[in-house]
């Protein structure tokens, strides 16, 4: 018998978030997720998003056993945007059980219908900062510490059940080149000196330091990314929680931030080295000692993840991304980065895309959110 009981604990908690490390414990390719990231995410007390967002996390239970769990989400703020009534919902796992899955469904019409929505979307976060999408292709590529790693059979459930696709991004793997190809150099070169922009050296990683900037960063992406599927802008509360979450990751060489000539941030790129092998290592638990290797991977890795990019509408068709690029690969070059991954790009984005033909790359993961009427 399949159970369902709401996350009320902070065991129950614990045991919702490892439940995914515990899943694909002899999967290759999963990695797991910042534990002391998802407690924060996960507590409405400790989420600024909560004062626009409701949500409820569950667990599947079956002969005692945990086999499921998934969050509700009703997002206030995204349904008044975009003139909808969708029950959002995220962080979905289970087994390879039909009857779980539809167990987890239910959980979340039934929160949805209570409050009178009319459509289930996801997987959907609470804001774009937020980990989306379901995995449809890349089952055999790690996932980013960043995106959720889903079994191929949750696409063949969500299919059964009537859901159809509502949004698709791309991911891709760019090659770092032995030297940066010459005319990516001069079209930043370029762009610099008739837009008269510079980049901005950060000179260390000090809380204070950093913070304003990181707030810079998210205020741009309320701008450049409001016409994105489902984005819900960041607000000031949670531009303080996720840079507490953001600025022990970084590494000087790959924050990449343009500046008119007037200090205001245009554009920027925001990476850092992979960590999801200590991740994996310690099943995303950090204290008490993975941070230990969690630190040690951000300075050893080969493997680069590109996180966030934007650009000011203003700049858009200026070529100020190559500026970003050239960067970030010069430093990575220097630091024996054999490859860089892309975070998820929605199809739409051929600004960005565009960028990938000057490598050798390959798209090598898809992701979708997916839509369906609550009483279909």
Known sequence: ??????VKTKKDLAAFIDFPAHLYRDNPYF??????DEINNLTPAKNPASSYCDFKSFLAKKDGKIVGRVTAIINRFSNEKYQEKRIRFNR?????????????MNAVQQYGKVHGLVEMAGPLGYSDQDKEGLLT????QKNMFVTFYTASYYVDFFERYGFQKDATWNEYRIKVPEKIPELLTKISQRV???????LVRVKNKK?????????KIFRLMNVTYDHLYGYVPVKEDLMDMLAKQYIPLVNLDYIQLVCD????LVAFGLMIPSPVNALKKHRGHLFPFGFLSFFKELKQSRVLDMLLVAVDPKYKDSGVLSLIFVDALTNAIKNKIEYAETGPELLTNQHVQSLWKHFE?????SRSAFVRPIDA
């Not at 990695?31 to 002391?36: C, D, R, V």
């Not at 000539?261 to 205001?264: D, G, H, Q, S, Y």
């Open 1 to 6: 018998m399949i159970t369902i009981h709401e």
């Open 31 to 36: 990695t797991p997720y910042i534990f002391e």
């Open 92 to 104: 979905i796992d289970f087994i390879e059980d039909y009857d779980v899955f539809v167990a987890l």
């Open 137 to 140: 292709q890349g089952f055999d």
């Open 192 to 198: 610099m000196e008739r837009n008269q922009l510079h």
């Open 207 to 215: 809380f204070k330091t950093l913070a304003p900037y990181i707030k």
């Open 261 to 264: 000539a007037e200090e205001n």
């Open 361 to 365: 790359h390959t798209q090598h993961k």
